[in-house]
């Protein structure tokens, strides 16, 4: 048993440091944001919109007594916003010391990366929409792409949604 352990560990360190990474749909492509990063995964819920926010908010939810700004994840990356079915998913986060919840179709699992096999996003599309993309990995069942839930939103951004 403790051989097997020690293979695994030498397995490990040659195949070099993983992540864990919760995986999304959007649009039917699949996302990933890092699993330190997520706090929860709600089912959507009655969401208060606020007069004169930025086009992505949706508005705010009241989550055990604490307001989160709830970010359209699809108007943010911009693809064409749809409706709330029961397969969307709400997943809080913490950025930047910052509580926000992103609206996503749907969440399938957490994956687990090897940094070797992260590649870095091709310079596609404008700045606005590669600027929150950490890298790519290619898997049997096609692109992950990885999010940098840091730079999801500007300082500016982030400041403006955390005093909602």
Known sequence: MAQQAQKQEEQEQHEGPVSQWVT???????????????????????????PGAQHFVMGIIN?????????????????????????????VIEANNNIAGIMVDSVAEVATVKESEIDTAPNVGNEESSR???????????????VDANKLLTDEEWQEVSTI
């Open 132 to 146: 929150y993309i950490y890298g790519v990995v290619s898997r049997k069942d096609g692109l992950l792409i990885l």
């Open 24 to 50: 999304f749909g959007l649009d039917d492509e699949s996302y990933g944001i890092n699993v330190m990063q997520v706090q929860e995964v709600l089912p959507p819920s009655e969401i208060a919109p606020v």
């Open 63 to 91: 989550l055990r007594g604490k307001v989160v700004t709830v970010i359209d994840t699809r108007l943010r990356f911009g693809l064409p916003t749809r409706e709330a079915d029961k397969e969307s998913r709400i997943v």
